[in-house]
């Protein structure tokens, strides 16, 4: 059972949303939501309100939306999602876009631009995006991960992980959580740096994997739902209708569209990786017709990662589709203000994301995942051939240099080792985040 919720009364304007001042327990509760669809977007919403929202749209929608509860979060939150679709034609065939955000808690303005896409999606009445419902079943699960974004509403506006609490893996005794974006099954834990080898392991460290691949409720629910439809219709090596077309997981901060290899930073070969790119350079234009901006684009914007979910999404079910959108601002405490300009620019993107699918097919790759030759050719086997992981030897040595340097180095030299560290994982410090702006 979920925990009870702090009581969140009217009272004065909330304050919460501040990177600076992250301890959110000595806050005025936030002014819960009137319950008017027009009036959502203009502050960030509890997670109470964000259930309230979903739920108002399935009610006055019924022809276009069901909700499905996949899942459930460690601490037994449900876990939600919104099937999109125009009830023409047989929705079990319609290829599926899939579209998440809030995997990581603290990037409240990635929970808020999937709930903006989900709104436009049923209450846009034009002929593109009614076209788009009659084509495609759009799915979207936000936030990923509730129990995080509870915390940070409620205790840390900064917390980014997963609430999970393991008594083998805490952090100085207290709830470590993990980092859902690096608990993916393909390429999980996969990398040749000694360094950040320690980080994933480390159960304080933001990038904590995880003891195992899928450890999580949540990237299990998200996993499944997406592995059922993929294949649910495969049938002699090939993809059938109703196969996932897209997989896109929003974020915050940087401006970047990051499609695979992520573990890399290395495009696929072609014909995937052009399809990637054009797909890439398609949605920028739109962008850039929405809002002014154009984002960083391609596999090397960021430094390898292992464990996401595109590479899990491109690698195992071949959904050439897939990115993660690192949404803008410079800071993860984007002003609330902008919530309907991000959005706005966000839904111009899935638009030209369902047209560039339609010109040019979403079938899954024929080179990479379940429906390759053989079906072996998985990130997995693609990193056991290519990219050896880190040995445990490695690691142990690693881990007594570290003793000895704590021993031997100066407390100053330390802190300015990490820092260095720190600022080349731009992804998940913030700072680093800024710099990359």
């Known amino acids: 059972m979920a925990p009870r919720a702090r009581q969140l009364f009217a009272t004065t304007p909330w304050i919460g ?3 600076n001042l992250p301890n959110q327990e000595t806050k005025p509760p936030p002014t819960p939501w009137s319950g008017q669809l027009t009036e959502f977007f203009q502050d960030y919403r509890t997670l109470d309100d964000i259930h309230r929202y979903i739920d108002l749209l ?6 276009l939306v069901t909700l499905r509860e996949i899942g459930r979060s460690w601490q037994g939150r449900p876990l939600k999602v919104l099937e ?22 603290r990037e409240w303005i990635a929970t808020s631009t999937v709930l903006y896409i989900a709104g436009s999606l049923v209450q846009d009445a034009s002929a593109d995006v009614q076209s788009m419902l009659q084509h495609f079943l759009f799915t979207l699960l936000v936030p990923v991960n509730p129990d995080g974004y509870v915390y940070s509403w409620e205790v840390n506006r900064m917390w980014r992980k997963t609430r999970s609490n393991r008594s ?3 952090c100085h005794g207290a709830v470590a959580g993990v980092d859902a ?3 993916w099954g393909v390429t999980f834990g996969q990398t040749n740096s000694a360094p950040y080898e320690l980080e994933l392991h480390n159960p304080c460290s933001e990038v904590f994997i995880g003891p195992e691949a899928f450890s999580e409720p949540e990237t299990k629910a998200a996993s499944e739902y997406m592995k059922e439809k993929q294949q649910n219709w495969r049938s002699n090596s090939k993809a059938g209708a109703g196969y996932v077309a897209a997989f896109i997981d929003y974020h915050s901060y940087a401006e970047a569209m990051l499609p695979p290899w992520a573990y890399t930073a290395e495009t696929p070969a ?4 052009s399809y990637q790119t ?9 962008f850039y017709n929405t809002s002014g901006r154009t984002f960083n684009a391609g596999a ?3 430094p390898p990662d292992p464990g996401t979910g595109p590479d899990w999404a491109y690698g195992l079910l071949g959904i050439r589709a897939t990115m993660t959108i690192e949404l803008e601002g410079h800071s993860f405490c984007l002003p609330a203000t902008q919530i309907q300009n991000v959005g706005k620019e966000q839904f111009a993107g899935v638009k030209a994301l369902a047209a560039f699918i339609r010109q040019h097919g979403g079938e899954p790759s024929a080179q990479v995942g379940i429906f390759a030759p053989g079906n072996g050719s998985t990130a997995r086997d693609l990193v056991a051939a290519n990219h050896q992981p880190v040995s445990r030897g490695w690691l142990i040595a690693a881990v007594a240099g570290s003793v000895i340097l704590v021993v031997f180095a100066s407390l100053v030299a330390m802190r300015s080792w990490f820092n260095w560290f720190s600022t080349s994982r731009r992804d998940y410090h913030l700072e680093s985040a800024i710099e990359l702006e």
């Open 270 to 273: 072609d014909p995937d990786g």
């Open 168 to 170: 083998n893996y805490l």
């Open 84 to 105: 999109i679709t125009s009830p023409s034609g047989n929705v079990a065939e319609k290829p599926c876009i899939f579209l998440e955000g809030g995997i990581h808690s």
């Open 300 to 302: 090397d914007v960021f």
């Open 278 to 286: 054009s797909l890439t350079s398609f949605i920028n234009e739109a």
């Open 17 to 19: 949303n501040n990177c």
């Open 181 to 183: 974006n690096r608990n």
């Open 58 to 63: 399935a009610q006055q929608h019924p022809n």
